[in-house]
């Protein structure tokens, strides 16, 4: 069916190492991927997103890689700080849909 | 500031009372949306509505309702069928682009006991 679901529940990391989260996704006709960061008792606050055209995106301190073949989105935080302590969800938008289905989500720890 | 605001951030009631949830948006978006979240678990839609006047069933919107008379607003109702309401309820909003992420608003912790 149409999922998108993640590797792992959770994942520790010292700070200053770099994290990498990863997702998998069951749907070939998704061509918009998006990664959220929730912190406790708040809304998912969007993070960085790629378009099914691109294997590769990076932003601020983290980067997005899309691999369509294997349909595998991943997360990678560089340098992670204790403020990155959250849970990360990838979510996903089905061409010409009107929906955003999202994974289970993976938190994040980070060790000082 | 433009963005999303819930109201309120906690809401208890007795079971079979009906409650509304109160969503609104500055963003000048057309889509809004209502997400459920349970402890540990992802995201899951309720209702969702492309332009004023207009809205769609999501996955889980038995026992809910909603309305989009403005823009800017969009009121979720957790009704006395809803068998298992207690949760964290999200409100998103986007331009309704496909490649246009969510914006979220800060949720409503829902009670019922």
């Known amino acids: 069916g149409e999922s998108v679901g993640l590797h792992l529940p959770t994942l520790s990391v010292q700070e200053g190492d770099n994290s990498i989260i990863n997702c998998a996704y069951s749907?070939?006709?998704?061509?918009?991927f998006i990664w959220y960061k929730q912190e406790s008792g708040k809304g998912p606050q969007f993070i960085i997103d790629?378009?099914?055209?691109?294997d590769k995106r990076q932003g601020q301190r983290v980067t997005v890689l899309l691999n369509k073949t294997v349909k595998h989105l991943s997360l990678q935080i560089a340098a992670t700080q204790p403020g990155d302590s959250a849970v990360y969800f990838c979510?996903?938008?089905?061409?010409?849909?009107?929906?955003?289905?999202f994974g289970a989500g993976t938190r994040l720890f980070v060790k000082a | 500031d433009g963005g999303i605001t819930q109201s309120p951030k906690y809401l208890f009631r007795k079971e079979g009372q009906n409650v509304t949830l109160s969503c609104e948006q500055n963003?000048?978006?057309?889509?809004m949306y209502w997400y459920r979240q349970d402890p540990g678990q992802g995201l899951r839609l309720i209702y969702y509505?492309?332009?004023?006047?207009?809205?769609q069933k999501g996955d889980i919107a038995e026992g809910y309702s909603v309305s989009r008379e403005k823009k800017e607003s969009f009121p979720l109702t957790v009704t006395s069928a809803q068998k298992n309401p207690t949760a964290f309820y999200l409100c998103?909003?986007?331009?309704?682009?496909?490649?246009?992420?969510?914006?979220f608003g800060n949720g409503t912790r829902l009670t019922v006991t």
């Open positions: 749907n070939s006709a998704s061509d918009y």
């Open positions: 509505s492309q332009i004023v006047n207009d809205f």
């Open positions: 998103a909003s986007s331009t309704g682009q496909t490649d246009s992420p969510l914006h």
């Open positions: 963003l000048n978006h057309d889509a």
């Open positions: 790629i378009r099914s055209n691109m």
């Open positions: 979510a996903e938008n089905i061409s010409g849909g009107f929906k955003t289905i």
